[in-house]
């Protein structure tokens, strides 16, 4: 029982140290709510989703 505990454990660190290093932008905060839990939408994105028909 003892081998799969440890296993996860080096297994999990390699995950982070792999993700760190890589450069990826992680969030580690969870679920956001409110104003600031979506990015703003650029003006130009607008703009092609409105004209795009359906």
């Known amino acids: 029982m003892w081998k ?3 296993a996860f454990i080096v297994f999990a660190a390699l995950a982070m ?10 969030d580690m905060g969870g679920e956001q ?3 600031g839990a979506h ?6 994105a607008a703009a ?3 004209s795009t028909p359906r």
Request: hydrophobic share 55%; proline share 8%.
């Open 39 to 44: 990015p703003a939408e650029t003006p130009a």
């Open 17 to 26: 140290l792999v993700l760190i290093k890589t450069g990826a932008d992680i």
């Open 4 to 6: 799969i505990a440890l």
């Open 33 to 35: 709510h409110g104003a």
């Open 48 to 50: 092609s989703a409105a």
